[in-house]
Nanobody, 124 residues
Framework: QVQLVESVGGLVQTGGSLRLSCAAS????????MGWFRQAPGKEREFVGA????????YHGDSVRGRFTISRDNAKNMLYLQMNNLKAEDTAFYYC?????????????????WGQGTQVTVAS
């Protein structure tokens, strides 16, 4: 049984930083492209970042590029999202996801497994 479990998010002040993690089990982690998505109330799920199996190639969404960094540790079956210079508009529920496709994808439908999500709130 595949499980993706995100760490607890939290409340952060504008300009602050937060690191999310996602623990994967029940799958051969190194064989999956991993991604982070987020969803704010009343909005569609938004692509945040994705990273290839090796960890050498990664891609971030326009709204977070330069502030957020996705990374992975295949030895520990862990995915991370370092979020810096947080803004109020970053407030959302954040999800990690795993994809069997071998390419980076920004489309939620390309991901096979999802975590339960974690709330991140940025207060101004």
């Amino acid at each position: 049984q595949v499980q993706l479990v995100e760490s607890v998010g939290g409340l952060v002040q504008t300009g602050g930083s937060l690191r999310l993690s996602c623990a994967a089990s029940g799958l051969v982690f190194s064989r999956y492209v991993m991604g982070w998505f987020r969803q704010a109330p009343g909005k569609e799920r938004e692509f945040v970042g994705a990273i290839l199996r090796s960890g050498f190639n990664r891609y971030h969404g326009d709204s977070v590029r330069g502030r957020f960094t996705i990374s992975r540790d295949n030895a520990k079956n862990m995915l991370y999202l370092q979020m810096n210079n947080l803004k109020a508009e970053d407030t959302a529920f954040y999800y990690c996801a795993a994809s069997q496709f071998g390419v980076l994808s920004t489309t939620p439908g390309k991901y096979d497994y999802w975590g339960q999500g974690t709330q991140v709130t940025v207060a101004s």
